[in-house]
């Protein structure tokens, strides 16, 4: 079994900032963690992407949050982080970690999901 934690949201002035942890294990292993990524969907919308890091040189990001967010992992932890700066009630949502994971060198690679994290962005 996989298990991705995520960590972190809460309720958040206009303008403020809030660091998101997601921290992915196993039961077993874990061979290789290709990619993680963060997406968000808020009350009524589709789930979207937010932002996507496969190496510190290799990241993307919504238009809506490019400049404002950061997404970074710790390889050694199995963990992605998500810094956001300059929060709007707009970025309200329920944040969702993702890892694109081989359990072992002959398998597949397959997405695994969080359980998600509120983020609520209001004065």
């Known amino acids: 079994q996989v298990q991705l934690v995520e960590s972190g949201g809460g309720l958040v002035q206009p303008g403020g900032s809030l660091r998101l942890s997601c921290v992915a294990s196993?039961?077993?292993?874990?061979?290789?963690?290709?990619?993680m990524a963060w997406y968000r969907q808020a009350p009524g919308k589709q789930r979207e992407l937010v932002a996507r890091?496969?190496?510190?040189?290799?990241?993307n990001y919504a238009d809506s949050v490019k400049g404002r967010f950061t997404i970074s992992r710790e390889n050694a932890k199995n963990t992605v982080y998500l810094q956001m700066n300059s929060l709007k009630p707009e970025d309200t949502a329920v944040y969702y970690c993702?890892?694109?994971?081989?359990?072992?060198?002959?398998?597949?690679?397959?997405?695994?999901w969080g359980q998600g994290t509120q983020v609520t962005v209001s004065s």
């Open positions: 890091i496969i190496s510190s040189s290799s990241t």
């Open positions: 993702t890892a694109f994971m081989k359990r072992s060198p002959w398998d597949t690679a397959n997405d695994y």
């Open positions: 196993a039961s077993g292993s874990i061979f290789s963690i290709i990619s």
